[in-house]
């Protein structure tokens, strides 16, 4: 069992920068991965990281803006959007693997995580 909860969302203008917390409790995990969702479009993945080593994945749109990073102490993965804009605008949502590093591509492409947050909302204005 793990439960994820997101914090960091917020309104926020054209430019400016979110750093978004995802804390995790229960079982060891393997690997976190950020997704969003805008009102009538479908979920994307946004980055994916492996707990243990660090190593990182950006979805295909995503590298530049959007840094994603852990810190083991606090059992949190955050998630960095700076420059953000108006197409940034929508639902962030983490979600958590417990087993063996299974490939950060494939997870963010299907979503194949068995635990997921609730999510922030994040809104930008111009």
């Known amino acids: 069992q793990v439960d994820l909860v997101e914090s960091g969302g917020g309104s926020v203008q054209a430019g400016g920068s979110l750093r978004l917390s995802c804390v995790a409790s229960?079982?060891?995990?393997?690997?976190v991965g950020w997704f969003r969702q805008a009102p009538g479009k479908e979920r994307e993945g946004v980055a994916a990281i492996y707990i243990d080593s660090g190593s990182t994945y950006y979805g295909a749109t995503m590298k530049g803006r959007f840094t994603i990073s852990r810190d083991i102490a606090k059992s949190t993965v955050y998630l960095q959007i700076d420059n953000l804009e108006s197409e940034d605008t929508g639902m962030y949502s983490c979600a958590a693997d417990p087993g063996g590093d299974r490939a950060l591509p494939l997870l963010l492409l299907f979503g194949d995580f068995p635990y997921w947050g609730q999510g922030t909302q994040v809104t930008v204005s111009s």
């Open positions: 229960g079982e060891n995990l393997s690997s």
